[in-house]
Structure formats: C-alpha cells, structure tokens
C-alpha cells in the first residue's frame, strides 16, 4: 500500500551508494513487541486518551492542559505505563482531575491560609515570612506548589527571578513573627506574622526574601501549570520512584510526609491515600495492554 511504499522510498534515501547491495536487498524483520514499545516512548497523549484518564475532566480542560501536558512529559521522561499512572494519579487527588489548578478555599485566600504563615516556618517549613503569604504562594498547579521558597525555586529554574536577588535561609530571623532569639521553640510554632511595617521593612532588607510577582501565573498559564508538576518530579528523583510501582513512595514525596507514616503510621485523612492508590492502579491498569 501507499504507507509501505513511502516507507521504502525513506528507507532507500538514507541509505549510502557504497553499502553492500546485501544490506539493500536484506528483509528486515521488527517483532511487533519491539515496534510497541518504541512507540510508547513517543507518550504523546491524545484528547480521547486524557478523556480515558480523566473522565471528569470538562472537555474544555482537557483540551486546554492537552499540549503543556504532552510537552511536559517529553521534557521529563514521564512515559510508559508505571511512569504515567503515578503521575496522573497523584495529580488526580491534588487536582480533582484537571478540575482546579489552584487550592480551594473559603472567603478571602489570606484568612483562609494564614496557617501556612506561623512561625515554624523558621524552621524551614514554607518560606513564608510576611503577611498575606500563606494566601500569596497557596497551592497551585498540577503538583499544588505551595510556599514562598517553593515558588522562589521554580522561578530560578524558569530564569524567572535572579538566585543573586535574594539570600538563602531568609526565613531564619524570629523578627518576622514579632519574636526574639536565635531560635524559636515548638511552643511559639502558632504565632503569626508581625504587622509591624517598620521592623517588616527593615527585616526585608537586611533578610532579603525573594521578590515574587505574580505567583498567579502558575494557575493561570497552562504550560506553566503542568510545567510544575513535571519540575518537582525531576527535583525529587520521582522518576524511580515510579518505576519502582511504590504508591505509598511516591504519596510521601508528593505530600512531604515523613516515611513512617503509611507504615507504623496511619495516613492522615487529608491524605486521601486511598483514593491515590485507586487512581494510580486505574490508570495503569487503563494504558496497559489488559
């Protein structure tokens, strides 16, 4: 047929004059397997096959997130089977299946993630360090980046913001909570930002915490939405993880919750371990060759 002969005639172009005629005349054989999984490593996902992996997506997200999520799989190595099921399983709790790209709340966004302001954050927690942050850098994106230093780090990697703008460890002064000492015990964990603007203007400046404009980007922009999910994988070496075919692995990485938990530990509700596993188990189940 047509297909066959056009092959032929691409075979014959890259084909050098001074090769054994052998070599030309030679019938070449692929195993259907082989073709298969050579193929796959393409992983470029059509809208029917992201409607297959989330049914409850609109039609109108599936086609927005199609293309950043096809490149963004490309650029990290997410393909095949294992690969694919951890990634859009994961992603299928943190997003409700491409429902939301920003974490959900309840009346104005700073109240509602004040939490994520307090003071143990000096100990490494979020990087938030002012007012207004927990509200600021809340979860967004396929992954839900959330914390001040996370949106500083991807902002660096995008060549979004200069690593020279900024110093490591700002967060490490008591005075953004209105606190003294060199340290902060657990017992003033709960305390929240100062609304002092004067010590705050002094402490930004001698603390230097990274300037961050526009953190709505990572909701809003498609590519820059999948891009972070794909980023924090490729960060966190996930990509073994997923091979490994770990749920429980691979649920730690993504929340950040220490390794005890899901083993001596139970999953905490927020957690909706569960509701991973199956998704994980039916997606892999769905690109596989059952």
Not at 19 to 24: F, M, Q
Not at 51 to 80: D, E, M, W
Not at 87 to 95: K, L, N, P, R
């Amino acid at each position: 047929g047509k297909g066959w002969e056009e092959f032929e005639a691409h075979c014959k172009a890259i084909t050098f004059d001074d090769l054994p005629e052998e070599y030309k005349a030679a019938t070449w054989h692929l195993h259907p397997r082989t073709f298969i999984s050579q193929m796959r490593m393409c992983g470029w996902l059509s809208e029917a096959e992201l409607r297959k992996i989330y049914p409850a997506a609109s039609a109108v997200n599936i086609v927005r997130f199609q293309l950043a999520t096809n490149r963004a799989n490309r650029k990290y190595l997410i393909h095949g089977q294992k690969r694919f099921a951890h990634f859009f399983g994961q992603a299928a709790i943190e997003t409700n299946q491409f429902q939301w790209m920003s974490e959900l709340y309840s009346g104005n966004p700073h109240n509602y993630f004040r939490n994520y302001e307090k003071a143990r954050n000096f100990a490494g927690w979020l990087g938030n360090v002012e007012w207004d942050d927990g509200g600021k850098f809340r979860g967004r994106g396929f992954k839900q980046l959330t914390g001040r230093s996370n949106y500083a780090a991807y902002w660096v990697y995008r060549g979004w913001l200069q690593q020279s703008s900024f110093l490591p460890n700002w967060w490490r002064n008591a005075g953004w909570w209105g606190l003294s000492g060199a340290s902060i015990p657990a017992s003033a964990y709960s305390t929240l930002p100062t609304l002092n603007q004067q010590s705050v203007t002094a402490l930004a400046a001698h603390m230097r915490p990274p300037p961050m404009d526009d953190p709505d980007r990572v909701s809003r922009d498609p590519e820059v939405s999948i891009d972070t999910a794909g980023w924090f994988w490729a960060k966190n070496v996930l990509l073994a993880v997923a091979d490994s075919d770990n749920v429980a692995e691979m649920t730690r990485k993504i929340r950040g919750d220490p390794m005890a938990v899901g083993a001596s530990l139970p999953w905490p509700p927020a957690a909706h371990f569960a509701d991973r596993a199956a998704q994980t188990s039916r997606i892999k189940f769905l690109l596989g060759d059952s």
